[in-house]
């Protein structure tokens, strides 16, 4: 979510806090001036400098420990979102998971003991006086690279010394990580929205990069599972061979191996050959493969973090999955669609953004499908509810996929008439669904829409469609749409749905 759609979410005082984090020259504004304040100085908020110096912690190391967990927490989040007890419960598992392998005594048994040890006694010295410095910390960090060791080491050694969240190994509670997530909305860096349904926290898409950056991250779990996917069996075996750990078992389990390992995905594809790394890139959908070795990995780890992944449930049915990704489907956005599985070759593209749909209007917006005979028609057709006043009787749709943003072409204009004349009901609203309508679409709009006098004519994009269904789902999930909302000649903007949303709804 980008920072413009999140402090829409969001009431005073977290806006506050946000206008805060880089400004104090603005007296105590109210929401929507907070909100102008904001958008006015989205450039500055979002300043990788400023994110740095905001994650440039100089206190205490459990207090370090407990900041970089909780963001790793949203990292790990497939939209960087979640509620507060979502983060509690992720930096549990993330410091759990520490303390669990410290208390084996085989974790460490694949590290190069002496390296450790090394680690283990720089660290005793370094926490003689519970207090580490970025300084002291960089330089903690740099020689466990040198020494060939993973953050996850580092944290092992730590709980090993009895540091680790903190000291006595104490878990962090909930009152700890609520103070965390506090001081991260007063650096701007997380926003609370509260207005929203089930109240999340969240790091917006322009603050994301930068964060990883401070966090030395080079993926986030999920990107990483998916760029392991791409692997085969023999090539997972050989990055594991060269950490000298165990190379036995099913795919599934060597990715996992591969992760709780601690290897950045740097040196993992370092591992593969140069052909190994041409044939990788080659199946990256815009992936160039040319170039040197090191060129070739930066561009395949900037592939997967730069993939949109959301949190889709393991009992979605297929068209609430297609529902989740419905703007890449009007973009045709095969990067995204094909890493995540969402579709297996292009022409699955346009069936899936009409099933996609058909999912919102009938599971999100509570609409009843028309049946529609013959194979010329358009994508769906929903009948307006109560008595009308207007000769029409139905609402029409029909799906528009385009790289490009949507122009309105004669062809279409042509396509859509023939639709709307050969309906077995009058057509009170023919709602074209784009990914973006370019403003000349409008001369094409008022074009059908005159030689069709009673029928409207709206475009709109697949996002701000979502954004609707969204809207009212978390309002009344169990109610009715007023299709009214559509109901007019034009493009439907995210300002003008907002106005009519307030009219009908």
Not at 250 to 278: A, N
Not at 346 to 355: L, M, V
Request: include cysteine; proline fraction near 5%; hydrophobic fraction near 40%.
């Amino acid at each position: 979510m980008k920072v413009a759609d999140a402090i829409k979410q969001m009431s005073k005082l977290p806006l506050q806090r946000i206008v805060d984090s880089f400004t104090k020259d603005f007296p105590k504004p109210d929401e929507n001036q907070a909100r102008d304040i904001i958008l006015r100085n989205v450039e500055e908020l979002t300043d990788p400098e400023r994110i740095s110096t905001v994650l440039r912690f100089d206190g205490p190391f459990s207090e370090q420990i407990r900041q970089t967990c909780m963001l790793e927490a949203f990292v790990n989040r497939p939209d960087w979102s979640a509620s507060e007890q979502d983060i509690v419960e992720g930096l549990h598992q993330l410091e759990q998971a520490v303390l669990a392998a410290a208390g084996d005594e085989d974790s460490l048994q694949y590290e190069d003991s002496q390296h450790v040890e090394v680690l283990r006694d720089v660290l005793m010295v370094a926490l003689e006086d519970d207090h580490i410095t970025v300084s002291e910390l960089n330089l903690l960090r740099a020689l466990r690279d040198s020494l060939g060791l993973s953050e996850a080491v580092l944290r092992i050694v730590l709980a090993q010394l009895d540091h680790f969240p903190q000291p006595g190994n104490v878990l962090h509670t909930p009152s700890d990580c609520r103070d965390v997530l506090n001081k991260l909305q007063r650096g701007g860096i997380v926003f609370h929205c509260n207005k929203a349904d089930g109240s999340p926290y969240m790091i917006p898409d322009e603050i994301q990069a930068s964060v990883m950056e401070a966090l030395g991250l080079e993926l986030g779990l999920h990107a990483w599972e998916l760029l392991l996917e791409t692997l085969t069996v023999v090539q997972l075996k050989l990055v594991l061979a060269k950490k000298n750990l165990p190379t036995s078992g099913t795919k599934p389990e060597l990715k996992s191996r591969v992760i709780s390992s601690g290897m950045r995905p740097s040196r993992v594809l370092g591992i593969l050959s140069t052909q190994e790394l041409h044939k990788l890139c080659s199946s990256l959908p815009g992936v160039p493969v040319s170039g040197t070795k090191a060129e070739r990995t930066q561009r395949i780890i900037g592939y997967f973090a730069n993939l949109i992944t959301k949190e889709v449930s393991d009992e979605a049915s297929p068209g609430e999955r297609l529902y989740k990704y419905l703007p890449e489907l009007a973009r045709r956005d095969r990067e995204n669609l094909l890493a995540n599985q969402i579709i297996t070759k292009d022409s699955d593209i346009e069936r899936g953004f009409e099933t996609a749909t058909r999912f919102l209007f009938e599971s999100r917006l509570g609409a009843t499908l028309m049946e529609m005979a013959g194979s010329e028609h358009p994508d769906g057709c929903i009948r307006f509810g109560g008595r009308r006043k207007t000769r029409g009787d139905v609402l029409m749709w029909d799906n528009k996929s385009t790289e490009d943003t949507y122009s309105f072409p004669p062809s279409h204009l042509r396509q859509f008439k023939r639709y709307i004349r050969d309906a077995r009901d009058p057509v009170a609203c023919f709602l074209v669904i784009v990914a973006k309508p370019d403003d000349s679409a409008m001369d094409r709009v008022w074009q059908l829409a005159a030689q069709c006098d009673s029928t409207n004519i709206a475009v709109i994009a697949a996002e701000d469609l979502g954004w609707v269904a969204e809207e009212w789902w978390s309002r009344n999930p169990d109610g009715r749409f007023n299709l009214e909302v559509f109901n007019m000649t034009g493009i439907l903007s995210r300002p003008l749905l907002e106005q009519r949303m307030r009219l009908f709804l």
